[in-house]
């Protein structure tokens, strides 16, 4: 059973424009969630997290969108920049240490 | 300061083979975990450690071991290895303690593994 799930495998961005990466979770008892960029042969670097208490959380061109009704969180990036072409992977915690990872989203910013 | 740094950076081995991967953090965080990474499955916890001393199993422990050895190293040993465990192993630390609940985990580069 698949708690967080990421449904695009892949989404291509113009530069310039903004990149929304989605991910979708079933676990009501999650209540921090992150969001982790990886490039080929690196591990994940932490991108910016969010805690159930709040629905936005912003930091420079990077926010973070919960929406805990639908159980659905969203990462904007505006402006998209050519460096942020890599995989993106949402996760999440149930008051744990542990975190749930989804599948990734490879997103690729055409010049 | 390294972060979190694993070695080797590749392996092969032939089934039935034993091998410890070994893994160091120099950010005196309490919390380390072994995860695993297969195309289209995301990173799925293997085994984590939440203190020196202590050791839990995750989503996916079967056919691995681990030994929190002090506070700055982790390993994770495949006893007999078999070709389902062809992955790309990461290592990860985090400065949550025990009943704080999560916070962000820093990763290694990453061990890429095959067994033939």
């Known amino acids: 059973d698949q708690q967080v799930k990421q449904n695009s495998p892949s989404l291509s961005v113009q530069e310039g424009r903004i990149s929304i990466l989605n991910c979708d979770y079933t676990n009501s008892m999650f209540d921090y969630f992150l969001w982790y960029k990886k490039y080929p042969a690196e591990g994940p670097t932490f991108l910016i997290s969010i805690s159930s208490i709040k629905d936005k959380n912003e930091d420079g061109r990077f926010t973070v969108f919960l929406n805990k009704s639908a159980k659905h969180l969203s990462l904007h990036i505006v402006p998209s920049q050519p460096g942020d072409s890599a995989v993106y992977f949402c996760a999440a915690s149930a008051g744990a240490q542990k975190l749930v990872f989804g599948q990734g989203t490879r997103l690729t910013i055409n010049p | 300061n390294a972060g979190v740094t694993q070695t080797p950076k590749f392996q092969v081995l032939k089934t039935g083979q034993s091998m410890t991967l070994q893994c160091a953090q120099d950010?005196?965080?309490?919390?380390m975990y072994w995860y695993r990474q297969d195309p289209g499955m995301g990173l799925r916890l293997i085994y984590y450690?939440?203190?020196?001393?202590?050791?839990d199993k995750g989503e996916v422990p079967n056919g691995y071991n681990v030994s929190r050895l002090n506070k700055r190293e982790f390993s994770l040993r495949l006893e007999s290895a078999a070709p389902s465990q062809t992955s790309v192993y990461f290592c990860a630390s985090s400065e949550a303690t025990p009943g704080q609940g999560a916070l962000e985990q820093y990763f290694g580069p990453g061990t890429r593994l095959t067994v033939t």
């Open positions: 950010m005196n965080h309490n919390s």
């Open positions: 450690s939440a203190s020196e001393g202590t050791t």
